[in-house]
């Protein structure tokens, strides 16, 4: 039988990833659509053969047509559309980050643990070709216990004169801060979750004009962030993320323990093994390369019952637990025990 996808937010991501992957499955038929403005819906339906285009998402969760739900708006409408889709007995795809707070991840969460259908979030998209052959690695015990572990972030440019973005107001994304999100669930798979946390951000534009109203509105993101956290298994992590840092080393990971070290960086993954004087590029044979397989993955998870390993649920929890954390540590200027309450 025909998988039926019904769109709720049909935004870049959607675009570029989501609604091709979907389209190159055999059996998979996208069939409705919903996007901010019936208009806007139109277009994404016109330029990829979308038969039905409504003009409520809620039209979509409770189509006949439709047997799984790709969520690609932002965060501030996840856990609603989540909760919906599952009440509606389907199948679930929500964008990342998860959703605004931790309340709404153990909502989502508690309503999947309820549902026998599918629910599985967009991974985040670091180094996915050697991630398989590289877990295995830490599984196998070659990097020995983990010490260090550092990401940094930096990437954008000081502009104070560019507009307001999605991503910098709360209203929209939550308690998520630019790509830090993205990089705790990636290193949680490496190394497991955190057991305390301090942060401190900065944000340099107080206010920016909202390109949607031409009215300057706060920024209340931070632009620059410092976490150090204490993992479960003893180990230290460092991010430092940045929207501001033009000629910053974005998306660059290292992982340092016992008996070896992982550095991730400029899309090259580097090991140094037990009794290496430095690194050497890791080698991943051509029938292990990893690859976006998001729409895949779902799929088969859906029909075949394939274990929903990149991200389930669960792992959003854990990940959001650390992003609010983050929040708190901010706010009260204190170290922040985990897992929280």
Request: hydrophobic share 40%.
């Amino acid at each position: 039988m025909t998988l039926r996808i019904g769109l709720v937010g049909a935004g870049a991501n959607t675009k570029l990833k989501h609604i091709p992957g979907f389209q190159e499955i055999d059996g998979v038929e996208i069939t409705a659509v919903a996007n901010r403005s019936r208009e806007s819906g139109q277009k994404v339906a016109d330029a990829y053969g979308i038969p039905q285009v409504f003009d409520d998402w809620k039209e979509v969760v409770n189509s006949h047509a439709v047997d799984a739900v790709c969520i690609g708006t932002w965060p501030y409408m996840h856990c609603e559309v989540t909760l919906a889709a599952l009440a509606a007995d389907k199948h679930v795809l929500t964008e990342a980050r998860m959703c605004m707070n931790v309340d709404e991840a153990r909502q989502m969460y508690a309503a999947s643990q309820q549902s026998d259908k599918v629910t599985m979030i967009v991974q985040g998209g670091f180094y996915l070709e050697s991630e398989e052959v590289l877990l295995e690695m830490v599984a196998d015990g070659a990097f020995g216990d983990w010490l260090e572990i550092h990401a940094n972030l930096l990437s954008g440019g000081y502009n104070p004169e560019a507009p307001l973005h999605w991503r910098q107001r709360r209203d929209l994304s939550g308690i998520n801060i630019m790509a830090l999100g993205i990089a705790v669930e990636a290193m949680q798979r490496y190394a497991g979750t955190e057991k305390s946390v301090m942060a401190y951000g900065k944000t340099f534009t107080t206010e920016r004009v909202d390109p949607d109203t031409g009215q300057s509105r706060a920024v209340d993101v931070p632009e620059s962030l410092g976490v150090v956290a204490e993992l479960q298994n003893g180990a230290t992590a460092v991010y430092h993320v940045s929207s501001v840092a033009r000629m910053g080393t974005g998306g660059s990971f290292e992982l340092h323990g016992t008996k070896g070290s992982i550095k991730l960086s400029e899309g090259t993954p580097w090991v140094a093994l037990e009794g290496d004087e430095t690194y050497r590029e890791l080698e991943v044979p051509a029938e292990r390369k990893g690859s976006w397989q998001v729409e895949r993955e779902f799929v088969d998870a859906v029909r075949d019952g394939t274990p929903v390993t990149r991200t389930s649920f669960a792992d959003g929890v854990n990940y959001m637990m650390l992003t609010e954390a983050v929040q708190i540590s901010m706010r009260e200027g204190r170290r922040v025990e985990l897992p929280l309450d």
